[in-house]
């Protein structure tokens, strides 16, 4: 009964929490050094590993900026790049990147229905939430709740968080110990799977 109330008062104050107050305009005066890895509006990163940053969602990508900039979660990759940004900035660039549209890839037909099985239904067996659940069966996320939009995003990014979850180095940021529930409860076999399926969802 504690952890239904602990997960209702959550859930009640993630959606009371403000979006929508950056600027796309300021966000895109910033967004330059993004696309080092990134690529051009976020959509196109310069490898599979690097995650599209385009459409995330604007709360979800102004929480992982700021856990970022505080340190709370390691990317080396981007050591010092927001150092100098205020909440504000920070804000800005999740609006901006919010307002550009992550491209759609093509899943390999190979463990296709396991993915969809998972992403859709979860595993009852193992207790593996439907990831639908929280980030839509269209894998568009839910904004007020800040849980990103995965549709299209790359295969190897999603293997690589969802591995990072699972060994507990990715635990920074607000909705963290949800992944890390799920992913330590999940195969290599079922990463592989439901990454190649949320590669190509709309």
């Given at each position: 009964?504690?952890?239904?109330?602990?997960?209702?008062?959550?859930?009640?104050?993630?959606?009371?929490?403000?979006?929508?107050?950056?600027?796309?305009e300021a966000g895109e005066a910033n967004a330059g050094v993004c696309a080092g890895c990134h690529g051009q509006n976020g959509a196109a990163p310069v490898m599979g590993v690097y995650p599209k940053i385009a459409g995330l969602g604007e709360n979800y990508q102004?929480?992982?900026?700021?856990?970022?900039?505080?340190?709370?979660?390691?990317?080396?990759?981007?050591?010092?790049?927001?150092?100098?940004?205020?909440?504000?900035?920070?804000?800005?660039?999740?609006?901006?990147?919010?307002?550009?549209?992550?491209?759609?890839?093509?899943?390999?037909?190979?463990?296709?229905?396991?993915?969809?099985?998972?992403?859709?239904?979860?595993?009852?067996?193992?207790?593996?939430?439907?990831?639908?659940?929280?980030?839509?069966?269209?894998?568009?996320?839910?904004?007020?709740?800040?849980?990103?939009?995965?549709?299209?995003?790359?295969?190897?990014?999603?293997?690589?968080?969802?591995?990072?979850?699972?060994?507990?180095?990715?635990?920074?940021?607000?909705?963290?110990?949800?992944?890390?529930?799920?992913?330590?409860?999940?195969?290599?076999?079922?990463?592989?799977?439901?990454?190649?399926?949320?590669?190509?969802?709309?």
């Open positions: 009964m504690k952890k239904l109330i602990a997960g209702v008062v959550l859930g009640l104050g993630l959606s009371m929490t403000a979006y929508g107050a950056g600027d796309p102004f929480q992982q900026l700021r856990a970022i900039r505080d340190g709370n979660r390691e990317v080396p990759e981007m050591t010092g790049l927001l150092n100098n940004m205020s909440d504000q900035d920070l804000r800005d660039l999740a609006a901006y990147f919010d307002q550009t549209e992550m491209p759609v890839g093509q899943a390999s037909p190979d463990g296709l229905d396991q993915g969809r099985s998972l992403y859709k239904g979860g595993n009852l067996a193992s207790g593996v939430a439907a990831c639908a659940a929280c980030h839509s069966p269209e894998g568009k996320g839910n904004e007020p709740a800040a849980y990103p939009h995965l549709g299209g995003q790359n295969a190897e990014y999603v293997i690589k968080a969802l591995n990072d979850y699972r060994s507990g180095e990715r635990d920074g940021a607000p909705q963290s110990q949800i992944m890390i529930d799920i992913a330590s409860k999940l195969s290599d076999a079922e990463i592989e799977a439901v990454a190649n399926y949320i590669s190509g969802l709309n």
